[in-house]
């Protein structure tokens, strides 16, 4: 069984503040996504990372895939209300199938 | 932008009752995936299909069925609704490559 740990589980921070999100795993993966979701709603794709050492930038986003496509991180810069939810990554395996990490609950206040 | 559909949006009824969850894509997609979550925990997959006629259970055991008579449609059906099996479900589906998913809105139900 293919598994992600996500860190921190939690994390509450000001507006204005950098944060980095890591997704760790003892598998190798094809690809990664990582998604962000709202309260009652269904995850929203932000970025998808195929290659080893990726870097991807959206905005204020940052994503990095590992040399060894085990691991990745979120990198947030100057982090705004707007930007609170849950932050999940998933690893692509065999078949398409998606295993997801347990996930980050972000809160950002004024 | 995904275009995958699910209804109802919320439902609540009681122990016993035979539901269905209506999921819809308009993409073509193949591949189509039904996951459980609780709230602020990571998602489960507990069915999956790969086309039409095609149909797989996940990682997590569950009691409902599914079907996928068409690309388009596939609906999760629980014959006997349970306290248990309140949570919210996610239908996904995936293009062929690099496999990311795109998700509905999700049902949140709740069985009293």
């Known amino acids: 069984t293919q598994l992600l740990k996500q860190s921190p589980q939690f994390l509450s921070i000001q507006e204005g503040e950098n944060l980095t999100v890591y997704c760790n795993s003892s598998?190798?993966?094809?690809?990664l996504q990582w998604y962000r979701q709202e309260p009652g709603e269904g995850p929203v794709l932000l970025v998808t990372?195929?290659?080893?050492?990726e870097v991807k930038k959206l905005k204020r986003l940052t994503f990095q895939f590992g040399d060894a496509r085990k691991d990745s991180s979120l990198h947030i810069t100057a982090a705004q209300p707007g930007d609170t939810g849950l932050y999940l990554c998933a690893g692509t395996g065999g078949g398409n199938k998606l295993t997801f990490g347990t996930g980050t609950q972000l809160k950002v206040e004024l | 932008e995904a275009d995958i559909y699910q209804t109802p949006r919320y439902l609540v009824i009681g122990t016993g009752k035979k539901i269905t969850l209506e999921c819809s894509q308009t993409m073509g997609h193949d591949k189509m995936y039904w996951y459980q979550q609780d709230p602020g925990m990571e998602l489960h997959l507990i069915h999956y299909s790969y086309g039409v006629n095609s149909t797989e259970k996940g990682d997590l055991s569950s009691e409902s069925t599914v079907s996928r008579i068409r690309t388009e449609h596939f609906p999760l059906t629980l014959e006997s609704a349970r306290p248990s099996h309140t949570s919210q479900y996610l239908c996904a589906s995936s293009a062929p490559v690099p496999g990311t998913q795109y998700f509905g809105p999700g049902t949140r139900l709740t069985v009293l």
């Open positions: 990372v195929v290659t080893g050492g």
């Open positions: 598998s190798v993966f094809s690809s």
